[in-house]
């Protein structure tokens, strides 16, 4: 009898039951699963701009004509102040990572429900689906960052000693888009109304992150208040870490920091919650 | 003692089918419902209780208290019509679903295989799709690396494998999806109706893949209506009926108990709410029956006889061209033949309004065999694709009732048993040949 159940250990052993409530995350069976995150980001890059004219060039065009629009209604016109900055630099250093942001946000926030036919068939850590698609995005971000440092030698700014911190500002971004991502995907597979929410909600959100203007337009404390938006702490980091805008973010960041990891734990919390009711309902 | 490979201990998995109907009486109520339901549906969202499910909905169990254990080694077929919970099963068993209660237990890599090309991509080239779904089949990089060369020359599509698949025909994109799976290599494999595709050939060379895994030891778990794939491969049937199972045993003893429970069963369907007739959004099912010509004796179905199945299906929506298909497999699991109601059109165009339809397919006498035979309708759009198949259509058995005036009573082998017109004349008039041996 003990070599039967020595045998029956040797193997990996999964008991399926019905789950109740809240359940842990299971990160090391995400992590055995590395590899299918790898291949999906790969597929959405390679499927992204085909049979489109452009192909890539879209990945800058987005960022950089919303920055000429802005330099001319809210530069030009409304001569609305830019830290001493020129303002389309200003402008597009604030634009590059909210188009990550807010691309990953949509793509991640509509996966579950585009990935049905998978979900249905086959078993995988749900996680990979918003995951990937919002990392297929960083190549898109990758283009656009090399137009801005481009841009930059144009207006003779040299980066500062503080672009060594650009990942974490990077990773807040991604972070932040994650954590919304992952509440709006889950209730996406039941309620198709966030499909229609979330345009306006990245369209409301782009006004609510100092993009067109900045956040020095605040005096303390309000400012650091502000960083309850975590994309305040990216966009300001962003300025600072390249620009080197006086407003050094300091407790800003930390801030939105937070923020993004309440949303962004509640966020994997609440997605591991409704996971088992995906392939039924979606 | 032999290692246990699944064990599955009172499984049940429920499902609410829709809210109930009728219960709203006034416009008021209505519209107050119409109103509160978001915020009604918000709150159960955040709740998610399962013991509340109950109100107001009906409640259906695909899956009721199966149990069933599972050696390492066994190839395990599992049969039953549609909707019996086969599909619901085997995605418990591959971690798609959770069951509602009970539990399963596996030991070892489950790999499973419900639909032949999950995740291909139509602008991606073979190869790329090779990588990606074997890694959404749980493959390694590494895995499949290895296996490249032998899952393109399974797939006979080397000279293409650079090409985007959406420039690929339906059967070598299936091929080449297959071959990605048939070179998975889990300790148990789980298989939904996949032997269904590709051509002949192709089947074959699945068929004798599936042999191969079975005989290397791993356990197989598999769902057909293949009859005769399930006795060939199986060394066990489970039946499932209505979420239950019904027998589980010998391949040959289920496999006939189960053809003659459904051949008793199924001569005629009729779904009068067209609302919950079987179909989809462009044709809904009526009734499909088969009777015999004999209008006196219409459930009498007897080879020598002619017999009609008759078909009738709503057509939701004006100017399509809807026919329908009727696949007629024998005990055997055979295709004997198929058979369409396009050959002869109903509208000179083919463009129909929408309304219900009536469809015959006369089929004349000394065609079918004798035995059990099972139906399977495919309703086909633009005399090319198929939009609705009823896999358990009709099943029924014909007998032969007329005395032979010759030698043999046995049962005739054969898929179909016509009877031809032969001609037998004397060519030449010679004298007895002399039968005197020839000397050497």
């Known amino acids: 009898m003990s070599s039967s159940t020595e045998t029956l250990t040797a193997v990996p052993r999964i008991r399926l039951k019905a789950s109740n409530g809240w359940r842990a995350l299971n990160l090391r069976e995400f992590w055995q699963y590395r590899e299918l995150l790898y291949f999906l980001s790969w597929r959405d890059i390679k499927v992204r701009y085909k049979q489109t004219a452009l192909g890539a060039l879209w990945a800058i065009l987005q960022p950089f004509l919303t920055m000429l629009v802005f330099s001319l209604f809210f530069g030009n016109l409304a001569k609305m102040p830019s830290d001493g900055i020129p303002y389309p630099i200003f402008a597009f250093a604030a634009l590059v990572p909210w188009t990550f942001f807010s691309n990953g946000l949509t793509q991640s926030g509509n996966s579950l429900i585009q990935s049905a036919g998978m979900l249905k068939k086959v078993y995988f850590p749900r996680l990979i689906v918003p995951i990937s698609s919002i990392l297929s995005g960083a190549v898109d971000f990758l283009f656009a960052f090399l137009v801005l440092i481009g841009l930059m030698f144009w207006y003779g700014i040299v980066p500062t000693i503080n672009i060594i911190w650009l990942p974490v500002f990077l990773f807040l971004a991604f972070g932040t888009a994650l954590g919304v991502g992952l509440w709006l995907s889950a209730m996406n597979v039941q309620f198709r109304d966030v499909r229609y929410t979330i345009p306006f909600l990245t369209q409301f959100w782009l006004f609510a992150t100092p993009i067109a203007y900045p956040s020095s337009l605040l005096s303390e404390p309000w400012r650091t208040i502000y960083g309850i938006n975590p994309m305040v702490g990216v966009v300001e980091g962003f300025r600072w870490a390249l620009l080197g805008t006086a407003t050094a973010p300091g407790p800003l960041i930390f801030v939105s920091a937070l923020t993004m990891l309440t949303i962004l734990i509640t966020g994997m919390f609440y997605f591991r919650r409704m996971e088992s009711t995906f392939a039924d309902v979606v | ?440």
Not at chain 2, 110 to 127: A, D, I, Q
Not at chain 2, 392 to 407: C, I, N, P, Q, Y
């Open chain 2, 1 to 440: 003692m032999s290692k246990l490979a699944i064990s599955v201990e009172s499984l049940g998995k429920q499902f609410r089918v829709g809210a109930a109907t009728g219960s709203y009486s006034t416009l008021r109520e209505k519209l107050v419902d119409l109103v509160g339901a978001p915020f009604y549906r918000l709150a159960n969202l955040m709740r998610r209780n399962r013991q509340d499910a109950g109100t107001g909905d009906d409640i259906l169990w695909a899956l009721k208290d199966v149990s069933f254990q599972i050696n390492c080694g066994e190839v395990v077929g599992i049969i039953g019509r549609n909707g019996a919970g086969k599909s619901t099963l085997l995605k418990i068993l591959s971690q798609i679903t959770e069951p509602s209660e009970g539990h399963a237990d596996m030991f070892g890599r489950v790999g499973s295989l419900l639909e032949v090309g999950t995740g291909f991509h139509p602008e991606l080239t073979g190869r790329e799709n090779v990588y990606l779904n074997g890694a959404i089949l749980g493959m390694s990089r590494a895995e499949i690396e290895r296996k490249f060369d032998e899952i393109v020359a399974f797939a006979e599509v080397k000279r293409f494998i650079d090409t985007p698949v959406k420039h690929y025909s339906s059967g070598m994109c299936v091929r080449l999806a297959f071959a990605v799976a048939a070179h998975l290599e889990p300790e148990i494999l789980i298989i939904d109706e996949v032997l269904a595709v590709g051509d002949a050939s192709f089947q074959k060379k699945c068929l004798g893949k599936m042999e191969g895994v079975a005989k290397e030891g791993r356990t197989v778990l598999f769902v057909s209506h293949n009859m005769l794939a399930v006795q060939n491969l199986c060394s066990r049937v489970i039946w499932l009926h209505d979420g239950k199972i019904v027998r589980d045993g010998k391949p040959a003893d289920v496999v006939s108990s189960y053809l003659r429970m459904s051949a008793s069963m199924l001569t005629e369907q009729v779904w009068n709410d067209v609302t919950q007739a079987p179909g989809n959004h462009k044709v809904r099912l009526r009734k499909i029956s088969v009777r015999g010509a004999d209008r006196d004796r219409p459930d009498q179905l007897s080879i020598d006889q002619p017999c009609e199945i008759e078909v009738e299906y709503w057509n939701q929506r004006p100017q399509a061209v809807l026919h329908a298909t009727l696949h007629v497999y024998t005990e055997q699991g055979i295709l004997a033949f198929t058979t369409g109601s396009a050959e002869q059109a109903a509208m000179e165009d083919g463009a129909m309004p929408a309304g219900l339809f009536r469809s015959v397919c006369h089929l004349p006498a000394n065609l079918l065999n004798t035995g059990v035979h099972r139906i399977v309708l495919l309703i086909v759009e633009n005399r090319s694709r198929v939009t609705y198949r009823l896999e358990d259509a009709l099943s029924f058995e014909m007998v032969e009732l007329s005395k032979r005036h010759f030698g043999w009573q046995g049962r005739e082998p054969g898929a179909v048993r016509p009877v031809l017109r032969w001609t037998t004349i004397q060519v030449q008039a010679d004298e007895p040949v002399n039968m005197t041996p020839l000397p050497h």
